[in-house]
Structure formats: structure tokens, C-alpha cells
């Protein structure tokens, strides 16, 4: 065999390593020396956390969803406001209402113990949001790892980067593609519906005569505990069928025009993701499987690493 013949093979993966690590990309077995037990640590704290309360596995997914959205997946959603600095837990669409902070406190605490100074919040968070999932019935994906921790975090992006439950489609798609994910990722995300709670503000208008492509007897039952006026924190399973089951009955409800908010209900209104959602509706494994792709890229979205940010010692505030 001749030089380039045998060698070849060898230099192009060494190249492609080099190639990695110069660019910080992210990898799945990037504590597998330095804290083995991770993956195994936040699992069974998220399954806990899940038995004691199944809504935890839908708040999880949430804040790593706001998380991911707001300058990339960096933690930065996790830091409390001090007198001097005020971050994105009180921006719009967290005050009040992204939860299970304590949750990412109790993991991060049993990780610290297991490996110090180790494990960024950011990849703890990454890891719950697909463990929660999982937990809940959803599907899995391989989360790649070696995210730091943002020193800041920015509440004006965290006003303007979110959509908000009043959206159009066309806002929601270019809300999606500002951040490089397709229409299509964007409807797959979307399915995270299946689970979790929403409060009466955020979807009152629609239930009380604000839209027309709603199911009659679906605000009927809404209205009860979602009135005209007051009860704005009432909660209400955002999907009506199985609010603790990750499957696909998010898009059957928005075939059957039972989307609990406006936005959720611009997938299917005649507009380009008709045909998308009519899929989901009918084909669980095709839903299960577009998800997790989309999460993995979600959670790809402009990470901190090597030498930039942190590892957070307390996720709550810079070290
Ligand atoms: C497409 C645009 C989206 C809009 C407009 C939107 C809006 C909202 C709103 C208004 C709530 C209710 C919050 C509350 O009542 O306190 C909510 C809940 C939730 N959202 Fe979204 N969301 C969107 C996309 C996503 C994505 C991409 C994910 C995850 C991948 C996600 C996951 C969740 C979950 C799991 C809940 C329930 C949280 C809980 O029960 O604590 N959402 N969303």
C-alpha cells in the first residue's frame, strides 16, 4: 500500500479533529473525562423532579427554549436581577412565568458535588430540556455538550427575540429564521405544545370572540375559567387532549381548530404549514423524529465556548 493510500484516511480525520476544536463546536462526549456520571446526575434528578410534578418536564423545555433564543444557549436566562443589573427573567415573556429555576438549582448543586467548576449551567439546562421530554414520553436526541455560561444576559433581546402567543405565521417565520431555523423546524418546535400549562392572559383574546377559526365547544370550556376579565393566571392545559403526554395531539387540536393560542392556531389556517401540520397530525414518528432533530439544532444556537463565558459555580449569578 502506498503512503498517501495508508496515511490519507488518518490525516483527513485528524484534520476534521483539528478542524472541531478550532472552531469550539460542541461535542457529545465532551465531560467523559472530566465528570462521567453528568448525564446520569441530571436524568435521575429530572425524573424526580418530573414524578413529584409532571409540568416540570414542560417548564424545563421552556426556559431552554428561552434560553436558546436570546443570544444563544449560554444560561443567560438563568441569572437573577441584583439592584445593579436587571437580566431576562423579568423581560416580558419570563416575569411570572418561566419556572423551574429551583429545579436547575437542586441538579446543578448535585452536579457541583460530583465534578467542581465542571459542568456549565447552560449544557445542565440542555440535558433536563431533553430529559424531561424523554420522561414525559417525547422522543430523544443526542445533546452535544461543552456549552459555557454567558457573564451577561440581556433583557431588551429577551423582549425582542421571543414570539409572543398573538403572533401571525409570517412573524413566527421570521422570527424562526432570524435565529437560522426553517419554517419547517419552526412547526416541529412548535409541538412542544403537547405539554405544559398556559395562563388566561395569553390566550383570552382567542377564546373570547378574538378569533374565528376556533372550535366552538373548545371556548366554551376555555371561558370557564378563563372570563372577559379577571382570573388572568388561571392556568389551562395547552394541549387539550394530554397536557402530561409528549405526543402529537398538539396538531390534531390545531386540525380540529382547538389551538389554545392565536399563534399556535397560525400553523394551520390556510396558510404554508397546512400540509406540515396535517403530517404531524397523523404520523406521531414523523413528528417524534423532526422534533428531536430541531432540538438538537436549537440547542446549537451560538454557544459560548473554550475560552469564552463561564462555568457558572451557582446558575443564579456570575462567579
Ligand atoms: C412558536 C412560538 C411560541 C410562542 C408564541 C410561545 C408562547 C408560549 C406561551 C405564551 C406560553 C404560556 C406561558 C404562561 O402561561 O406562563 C408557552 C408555554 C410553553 N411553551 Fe411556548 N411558545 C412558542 C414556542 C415554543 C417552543 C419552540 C417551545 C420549546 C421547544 C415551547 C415550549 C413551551 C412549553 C413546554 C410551555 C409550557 C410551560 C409550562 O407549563 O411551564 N414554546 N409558550
Redesign the pocket.
Known amino acids: 500500500m502506498g503512503f498517501l493510500s495508508s496515511t490519507f484516511p488518518t490525516l483527513v480525520v485528524l484534520l476534521y479533529l483539528l478542524a472541531c476544536a478550532a472552531s469550539g463546536q460542541l461535542s457529545a462526549n465532551f465531560y467523559s473525562t472530566t465528570c462521567p456520571n453528568v448525564q446520569t446526575i441530571v436524568r435521575s434528578a429530572m425524573a424526580q423532579a418530573v414524578a413529584k410534578e409532571p409540568?416540570?418536564?414542560?417548564?424545563?423545555?421552556?426556559l431552554?427554549?428561552?434560553d436558546c433564543?436570546v443570544n444563544g444557549c449560554d444560561g443567560s436566562i438563568l441569572l437573577d436581577d441584583t439592584p445593579t443589573f436587571t437580566g431576562e427573567k423579568s423581560a416580558g415573556?419570563n416575569a411570572?412565568?418561566?419556572?423551574?429555576f429551583d429545579v436547575i438549582d437542586t441538579i446543578k448543586s448535585q452536579v457541583e458535588a460530583a465534578c467542581n467548576a465542571t459542568v456549565s449551567c447552560a449544557d445542565i439546562l440542555a440535558l433536563a430540556?431533553r430529559d424531561g421530554v424523554k420522561l414525559l414520553g417525547g422522543p430523544t436526541w443526542t445533546v452535544r455538550l461543552g456549552r459555557r455560561d454567558a457573564r451577561t444576559a440581556s433583557q431588551s433581546a429577551a423582549n425582542s427575540n421571543?414570539?409572543?402567543?398573538?403572533?401571525s405565521l409570517s412573524t413566527?417565520i421570521s422570527?424562526?429564521s432570524n435565529k437560522g431555523l426553517s419554517a419547517r423546524y419552526?412547526t416541529a418546535?412548535?409541538?412542544?405544545?403537547?405539554?405544559?400549562?398556559?395562563?388566561?392572559?395569553?390566550?383570552r383574546g382567542r377564546i373570547t370572540g378574538g378569533d374565528t377559526n376556533i372550535n366552538a365547544s373548545f371556548a366554551a370550556v376555555r371561558q370557564q375559567t378563563c372570563p372577559k376579565t379577571g382570573g388572568d393566571?388561571n392556568?389551562a392545559p395547552?394541549d387539550v387532549q394530554s397536557p402530561i403526554m409528549f405526543d402529537n395531539a398538539y396538531y390534531q387540536n390545531l386540525v380540529g381548530q382547538r389551538g389554545l393560542?392565536h399563534?399556535?392556531q397560525e400553523?394551520f389556517s390556510g396558510g404554508s404549514q397546512d400540509s406540515l401540520v396535517r403530517l404531524y397530525s397523523t404520523n406521531g414518528a414523523k413528528f417524534a423524529a423532526d422534533?428531536a432533530k430541531?432540538?438538537a439544532k436549537?440547542g446549537n444556537l451560538s454557544p459560548l465556548t473554550e475560552t469564552n463565558g463561564e462555568v457558572r459555580l451557582n446558575c443564579r449569578k456570575v462567579n
Open positions: 409540568r416540570m418536564g414542560a417548564s424545563i423545555l421552556r431552554f427554549f428561552h433564543f415573556p411570572n412565568s418561566a419556572r423551574g430540556a421571543l414570539p409572543g402567543p398573538g403572533s413566527l422570527m424562526f419552526m418546535l412548535s409541538g412542544a405544545h403537547t405539554i405544559g400549562q398556559a395562563q388566561c392572559q395569553f390566550f393566571s392556568l395547552i393560542f399563534s399556535d400553523l422534533f430541531a432540538m436549537l
